[in-house]
C-alpha cells in the first residue's frame, strides 16, 4: 500500500504561483511514477505532470512552460510549482502515484486532493 498526502493549495489571483508537495508513505520503493492529476467542476480528470522513476517528466500541453514538477527521493515526496496560473487552472488536485510490485501487479494510488482556486 502506497498513501499520499498533498498540501499547498489555497486562493491566488491569475499570474500569482503556488507550488503543492505531496508525502508518499507505505510501500514507496515500488513507486515508478508519481505525479498530478486535476479535476475541474463539471470536467473529467486529466492528467497535468508525472514524473518517473528514472527522473523523465510529462506535462499537459496547458501547463507546459508554467508549471515545473520535480521529485525529492530522500522525502519520498513530489513537488509541483505552478506559476503564472490562470483561472482555468482551478479545479482540485490530485496526487497519484503507480507503484509496481509485479510484472503482473501495477497499482494506482490516489490522495485525496487539495482544492486550487485562482481568481480573475
Known amino acids: 500500500q502506497v498513501q499520499l498526502v498533498e498540501s499547498g493549495g489555497g486562493l491566488v489571483q491569475a499570474g500569482g504561483s503556488l507550488r503543492l508537495s505531496c508525502a508518499a508513505s507505505g510501500s514507496t520503493f515500488a513507486i515508478n511514477a508519481i505525479g498530478w492529476y486535476r479535476q475541474a467542476p463539471g470536467k473529467q480528470r486529466e492528467l497535468v505532470a508525472v514524473?518517473?522513476?528514472?527522473?523523465?517528466?510529462n506535462y499537459a500541453d496547458a501547463v507546459k512552460g508554467r508549471f515545473t514538477i520535480s521529485r525529492d527521493n530522500a522525502k519520498n515526496t513530489v513537488y509541483l510549482q505552478m506559476n503564472s496560473l490562470e483561472p482555468e487552472d482551478t479545479a482540485v488536485y490530485y496526487c497519484?502515484?503507480?507503484?509496481?510490485?509485479?510484472?503482473?501487479?501495477?497499482?494506482?494510488?490516489w490522495g485525496q486532493g487539495t482544492q486550487v482556486t485562482v481568481s480573475s
Open positions: 497519484y502515484a503507480r507503484a509496481r510490485y509485479t510484472d503482473a501487479l501495477k497499482l494506482d494510488y
Open positions: 514524473i518517473s522513476s528514472g527522473g523523465s517528466t
